[in-house]
T-cell receptor, first 109, second 116 residues
Framework: GQNIDQPTEMTATEGAIVQINCTYQTSGFNGLFWYQQHAGEAPTFLSYNVLDGLEEKGRFSSFLSRSKGYSYLLLKELQMKDSASYLCAVRDSNYQLIWGAGTKLIIKP | NAGVTQTPKFQVLKTGQSMTLQCAQDMNHEYMSWYRQDPGMGLRLIHYSVGAGITDQGEVPNGYNVSRSTTEDFPLRLLSAAPSQTSVYFC???????????????FGAGSRLTVL
């Protein structure tokens, strides 16, 4: 079966760095996405990786290793507004998205 | 540019009732989809469409119908509501370009449905 694993919840301190991991087992791979979802709101796109390596976008970076079925989202200089759930999704061989359950990130002052 | 508009935001139904969740997008996206989001689970695809007149089933289609008569609109119909359909529903759209493209989804604000 297809499976996306991410930690359920993480806590970090304002101003610090946090890494959210995502491991996947899917039938084929055509890209990995990270979305941010604030409580009670819609998911919004953060990053897309299709090749191995690091993609940097401001305070957020995303890393992919296809051979290991592994990705992480790195958030630097954490701000209170970064408190949200972070969703990992993989596009499979049929170009359908398989979603993880999300990681709830709690930022403490 | 409104993006993806979903209505209603909240709805309470009794078991056996039917209703339609509306979704409209003004970005001329070919791809539209409906997801449900339940606590502790990833988003699950209900139905999707890659263009007007074309629809297909996702992971959890039972109890739901869709149609795509125009590029802009993609309504989701609950035929006979059951408590198991209590969930938050999201409509999402994206362009369909090259297979290597990201084709990022834009989500509507969500519809919270409770079936008693």
């Amino acid at each position: 079966g297809q499976n996306i694993d991410q930690p359920t919840e993480m806590t970090a301190t304002e101003g610090a760095i946090v890494q959210i991991n995502c491991t996947y087992q899917t039938s084929g791979f055509n890209g990995l996405f990270w979305y941010q979802q604030h409580a009670g709101e819609a998911p919004t796109f953060l990053s897309y990786n299709v090749l191995d390596g690091l993609e940097e976008k401001g305070r957020f970076s995303s890393f992919l290793s296809r051979s290991k079925g592994y990705s992480y989202l790195l958030l630097k200089e954490l701000q209170m507004k970064d408190s949200a759930s972070y969703l990992c999704a993989v596009r499979d061989s049929n170009y359908q998205l398989i979603w993880g359950a999300g990681t709830k990130l709690i930022i403490k002052p | 540019n409104a993006g993806v508009t979903q209505t209603p935001k909240f709805q309470v139904l009794k078991t056996g009732q039917s209703m339609t969740l509306q979704c409209a997008q003004d970005m001329n996206h070919e791809y539209m989809s409906w997801y449900r989001q339940d606590p502790g689970m990833g988003l699950r695809l209900i139905h999707y469409s890659v263009g007007a007149g074309i629809t297909d089933q996702g992971e959890v289609p039972n109890g739901y119908n869709v149609s795509r008569s125009t590029t802009e609109d993609f309504p989701l119909r609950l035929l006979s509501a059951a408590p198991s359909q209590t969930s938050v529903y999201f409509c999402a759209s994206s362009p369909v370009d090259s297979a290597s493209g990201a084709n990022v989804l834009t989500f509507g604000a969500g519809s919270r449905l409770t079936v008693l």
